[in-house]
Structure formats: C-alpha cells, structure tokens
C-alpha cells in the first residue's frame, strides 16, 4: 500500500548513544517532515525538506540531524541521545494536495 | 507564527450523544485549517480540511468544521457518536504557500471517548 514507512517502530536507548530513524515514501511528494508527538503538547516540528536536497529547522532542532537522502527517503539522526528525547517519532510527506500522510511512528524510549 | 488552542484536553460523552471539539487559531495572515485524528498507536489520519469556499466543510465519517473567520475558530462537531470514534482529535494550521514545504503547526489535542 501506498504511503510512509517508518523503521524502526520500537526503540530503546541509553543516553548517550547514537541512533538513525528512517523515513521513506512512495507517494512522489516533494516536502517531507519529523514530529516529535509528547503528551499534552501536541505534535512539534523538528526538521523539514521541502524538496530533494533542502533542509531546515523547525520548533525543536536541538539535538537532532536530518538527511534527504533522496526524493523518497528522509531520516533522522539522533548523536548523543538524552532522556528529553523520549517521545513518538512521526515522518510524514505532502504534496500538492495540503494534506499531510503520517507514518506509523517510532516510539523511542532513553533511559 | 501561527499558533492552535484546542480547548477541551479531553472530552467525554455518551454513545450517540452530539459533540463538539473546539479549536481556535491565531495568525496575522490567512491560514489553511485541518482536523486530523489519531487512533491508539498509530499514525494520525487527515479527517477534512479547510483551503477555501464554503465555510462548511465534511468528512466522510460524519463529522463537520466551520470556519468562522471572526472568531478565529474551526470547531469540530458530529450530531450521534460512536464507540469507533474514540481516538485523539488534533486541529492544525499550515500557511498557504505554494512551491515550498507546508509546514503544519498543531494544537495539544483532545481526547474524545465515547462512553457506551
């Protein structure tokens, strides 16, 4: 089925280590997107390609690396993890339509 | 910056009892409007969207928004809930640009649980 595959889908991490989310889509969109989802906070921006080759920064950078590696494939790195950075990891796309598609999430816990 | 308010964090009602989940918005420009919701681990879904035209816009599921543009306000309601409708409920707003990432910016979302 057509849409946003994240891996992986469950992670646990001691603080310090590093680790690499991926993110690939099959829709041809252009503009590709990290959120971090905590409770009672919604869902926040870290970074966003708004094409093949571009990234930058959204609401909350700090501590995180983005990589556009193709149309297809954005992934999120995380160098140095710490406990703040326990939380739901969303990829998401979107085209010309202004409709968002959501992966499934990754739901990564540092202890 | 554009910013979200979703007022109620979490809202309770009864099987096939009317509900509303409220939303208000706050930008110096006009903005594009969603309703998204989420259910229990997994990714959120697009319910409906306002770009333009008729202030009253429709999901295929039986909920409604209407934008009222004078009270900043984008309020989500359905006329008879179900068990199935139990999920979290996020409204977002993203600026109308065309040519460059539409970046979306959320509010902390309400819990709807429908009681039997």
């Known amino acids: 089925n057509a849409g946003v595959t994240q891996t992986p889908k469950f992670q646990v991490l001691k603080t310090g280590q590093s680790m690499t989310l991926q993110c690939a889509q099959d829709?041809?969109?252009?503009?590709m997107y990290w959120y971090r989802q905590d409770p009672g906070m919604g869902l926040r921006l870290i970074y966003y390609?708004?094409?093949?080759?571009?990234?930058d920064k959204g609401e909350v950078p700090n501590g995180y690396n983005v990589s556009r590696l193709n149309k297809r494939e954005f992934s999120l790195r995380l160098e140095s993890a710490a406990p703040s950075q326990t939380s739901v990891y969303f990829c998401?796309?979107?085209?010309?339509?202004?409709?968002?598609?959501f992966g499934s999430g990754t739901r990564l816990t540092v202890v | 910056a554009q910013s979200v308010t979703q007022l109620d964090s979490q809202v309770p009602v009864f099987e096939e009892a009317p509900v509303e989940l409220r939303c208000n918005y706050s930008?110096?420009?006009?903005?594009?409007l969603f309703w998204y919701v989420q259910y229990p681990n997994q990714g959120l879904q697009l319910l409906l969207k306002?770009?333009?035209?008729?202030?009253l816009v429709e999901s295929i599921n039986g909920f409604e928004a209407e934008f009222n543009k004078s009270q900043t306000s984008f309020h989500l309601r359905k006329p008879s809930v179900h068990i199935s409708d139990t999920a979290e409920y996020f409204c977002?707003?993203?600026?109308?640009?065309?040519?460059?990432?539409?970046?979306?910016?959320f509010g902390s979302g309400t819990q709807l649980t429908v009681l039997p």
């Open positions: 930008s110096s420009v006009s903005v594009y």
């Open positions: 829709m041809n969109h252009n503009s």
């Open positions: 306002y770009l333009s035209g008729s202030t």
């Open positions: 977002a707003v993203s600026l109308p640009y065309s040519g460059s990432a539409r970046q979306l910016t």
């Open positions: 998401a796309s979107s085209g010309t339509d202004y409709g968002y598609t």
């Open positions: 390609s708004a094409s093949e080759g571009t990234t």
